[in-house]
Structures are given as C-alpha cells and as structure tokens.
C-alpha cells in the first residue's frame, strides 16, 4: 500500500486549503483513513478520522475541518478552512486495515503564516 499526499503550501489565516491523500491497492473501501499532523517538537496527533461513513475530529478543528472520501478513487480529502498559525504542521495521511494493519504517507507541510 502506498499513500501519497497533496494540496500542502503556505496560507494566510482565515485561509483554506484542500489536501488530498491517493491510495494504492484494494483495500481502500475496506480501511479506516485519517488525518494526522504533527508541527515542531510536537508528538503525532490525530486530526479526522472517518470509516464507513463515521467521522470524528480532534476538538481544535471541529466546524472548521472536514473529511470525506471517494471509494471509487481510492482518496480521502481533507479540507481545511479558517485556517490558524497553530494549524500549521505536516501532514500525514493514514491508513488503517481491517485487521489493524497501519500505513502512513510522507506527509505533506502545511504552514500558516501572515
């Protein structure tokens, strides 16, 4: 499996931005997909999660961030608006497999800054 993020760059606050993260293989429909970011000396944090439909956010992101994916084209997004400096991080997108079997792409820097 191989995840591949995009959409990252420099931001104004109050900004949006959409990140993509491409999935290789069959097991997408069938995967837990996230968003994780992790900024400077900072550990890895969650961001959004979603499976079959279910979605859950980490608190600072809530009404501002959104998940959602394309089975058929084996991507989740992530779009991000009212964008904040204490938003800026890379991010990583994750894949999760029915038997707990995790992936992670390279991640993607996602900076805002005035």
């Known amino acids: 499996v191989q995840l591949v993020e995009s959409g990252g760059g420099l931001v104004q606050p109050g900004g949006s931005l959409r990140l993509s993260c491409a999935a290789s293989?069959?097991?997408?429909?069938?995967?837990?997909m996230g968003w994780y970011r992790q900024a400077p000396g900072n550990q890895r944090e969650m961001v959004a999660r979603?499976?079959?439909?279910?979605?859950n956010y980490q608190d600072s992101v809530k009404g501002r961030f959104t998940i959602s994916r394309d089975d058929a084209k084996n991507t989740v997004y992530l779009q991000m608006n009212n964008l904040k400096p204490e938003d800026t991080a890379v991010y990583y997108c994750?894949?999760?497999?029915?038997?707990?079997?995790?992936?992670w792409g390279k991640g993607t820097l996602v900076t805002v800054s005035s």
């Open positions: 293989g069959d097991i997408f429909r069938r995967s837990v």
């Open positions: 979603i499976v079959s439909g279910t979605t």
């Open positions: 994750k894949l999760t497999t029915s038997d707990g079997m995790p992936y």
